[in-house]
């Protein structure tokens, strides 16, 4: 009798046949210790495969099926024999790399030249190009786990992209923060791409936006915008709140007048002076 040998097919499919390399999935660790001589390895089109043998790269795998092939190690045991076949367990690892584009949202606060507190959100947008960048990623990335997550990524990242928005804010008027937005976008692009480079990872493309972290600021610049002054954009924000709460005298400040209440009959009160106005008087 002959024995049939059967391969072991490796891939990112759970058991469930779900695919793990989901959008936030940058790196995936095959968790089974079933990979030996002989098992196949399925590499999908937007995968690349790093296979690694007791801690050293063999590998890197673009779009295909591959056999695992490397030399026989001598080994002792009559168990280890038995189940496995003369191979041990972990003695292969598979690591599947997302190659296609991800996008990132980080968010923080910046300060600008009066040292009022921005808030700033920033989606980039990264890939892996080619199998010399999945190998630096595998090899300068640690993870824990089975995985590095885009919010892992994200952690690496934040302080650099919190250095480069306050290098420009910080010396910019809190009014004049949207008019440097080009400015901070490419600088943030630079500092990021070449710090992601180190692991491999490409940066496509920036969106920053930045604005102010109070909401009153945030008022107050929007009625600037609109020619107001400094104190007529304070008159009008206080004129708004007071319309929405059904004072009638909201236009008096938008314009800046008193208000008084004509012909007003009084009451005189022993020890209180009268409070007619001059117009009731008359």
């Known amino acids: 009798m002959f024995a049939i040998a059967i391969r072991n097919v490796i891939s990112t499919l759970n058991s469930q046949g779900e695919e793990t390399m989901g959008p936030s999935v940058l790196l995936y660790h095959h968790p089974g210790n079933d990979i030996m001589n002989g098992s196949l390895l399925t590499v999908e089109s937007n995968h690349f495969c790093v296979l690694k043998s007791r801690g050293a790269i063999l590998n890197v795998y673009d779009t295909g099926q591959y056999a695992v092939e490397t030399p026989q190690r001598v080994l002792t045991g009559a168990i280890q024999q038995a189940f496995y076949g003369g191979q041990s367990p972990w003695q292969y690892e598979a690591i599947y790399i997302n190659r296609s584009k991800l996008v990132i949202r980080a968010e923080g606060r910046a300060l600008s030249r009066e040292m009022a507190q921005l808030q700033y959100q920033v989606d980039y947008y990264i890939h892996v190009d080619s199998k010399d960048d999945a190998l630096k990623l595998v090899q300068h990335m640690p993870y824990q786990g089975h995985f590095i997550k885009t919010d892992e990524v994200n952690i690496y990242a934040s302080p650099v992209l919190e250095q480069a928005i306050n290098q420009i804010c910080q010396i910019t008027p809190l009014e004049q ?6 400015d901070i976008t490419e600088l943030v692009a630079g500092h990021l791409q070449e710090f992601l480079a180190v692991y491999g990872i490409t940066l496509n493309n920036v969106k920053v936006l930045v604005s102010p972290a109070d909401e009153l600021m945030k008022k107050l610049i929007s009625l600037r915008a609109f020619g107001l002054g400094e104190e007529q954009a304070v008159r009008y924000y206080l004129a708004m709140i007071m319309a929405e709460r059904g004072l009638m ?13 004509q012909a007003v009959p009084t009451m005189s009160v022993p020890g209180v002076p009268s409070m007619a106005s001059p117009s009731a008087e008359e």
């Open 177 to 182: 923060i949207n008019e440097k937005i080009h």
């Open 249 to 261: 005298t909201a236009p008096n400040m938008a314009n800046g007048t008193g208000f008084s209440i």
